[in-house]
């Protein structure tokens, strides 16, 4: 998809109802973010949406007001999305995402941008990713579709890091197809590169048993959980 086209998921159709200025104006934000970074200029951003600067003045105050409507709109996709596929474990919302392609890749592309900018604003968007990831992994659990964790939180924070940190790797080595806007391609080469190996991983596990975790447990001076004859995790703690 390129820079200039319209993303437009079928949930969000259905909260904004017609495409209102509003709209109009975040989702050419969050397409012009995700190209070129958040330096561009009210008149860019303008230009991208056909409607004039001074009415994103009205809409949102100033250009910071835009990007903060985006951080919300961006980060609720993700998190109905997430929480629609771990939350529950049925395939099908999951392989259905594949054929979204083009509504997703900008809202990841725009999530690597804020953390590629750094500071406190990207460390606060973080911060909203793991606590959101915390909650639809907590909901899987309570489901039975995903292993308890001793550490919930450091959990989600680790997986958060690895999937930004995957886009943030792979935007140094394909810069080109940022270049043209081609957050689709760019996607899906990342999703065929590692959908298989990171299924495998989370599914079947890379360590025949435990043993490094316990070491490692003891060595901090916390005692290692135990598991049951089901394998399941028992709490440390009371």
């Known amino acids: 998809m390129r820079s200039n086209e319209r993303f437009r998921g079928p949930r969000a159709a259905a909260r904004d109802g017609d495409l209102t200025a509003a709209a109009r104006i975040r989702d050419a934000a969050i397409l012009r973010f995700s190209r070129d970074g958040f330096g561009v200029s009210i008149r860019a951003l303008a230009e991208d949406a056909q409607i004039s600067g001074g009415l994103i003045l009205y809409h949102f105050g100033t250009k910071e ?13 993700i998190r109905e999305s997430k929480r629609a596929v771990l939350g529950t474990g049925e395939t099908g919302p999951w392989l259905a995402q594949f054929g979204q392609v083009d509504h997703f890749a900008p809202l990841a592309m ?20 793991v606590d959101d990831a915390a909650g639809y992994l907590e909901e899987g659990v309570r ?12 959990r989600a924070r680790f997986l958060t890091g690895m999937s930004v940190g995957t886009v943030l790797l792979e935007m140094s080595l394909r810069p080109q197809m940022l270049r043209d806007g081609d957050f689709t391609g760019f996607f899906q080469a990342i999703a065929e590169a590692t959908t298989g190996p990171g299924l495998e991983l989370y599914t079947q596990g890379l360590l025949t048993d435990r043993q490094m975790l316990d070491d490692y447990l003891m060595y901090v001076t916390d005692p290692p959980a135990r ?12």
């Open 65 to 77: 007001g835009l990007r903060r409507a985006c951080d919300e709109w961006v980060l609720r996709e």
């Open 143 to 154: 489901n039975g579709v995903i292993t308890p964790s001793r550490d919930p939180y450091a």
């Open 110 to 129: 725009y999530v690597a941008r804020t953390l590629q900018a750094g500071g406190e604003a990207a460390a606060a968007f973080f911060d909203h990713l």
């Open 227 to 238: 598991a049951d004859d089901g394998g399941d995790i028992a709490a440390s703690h009371p």
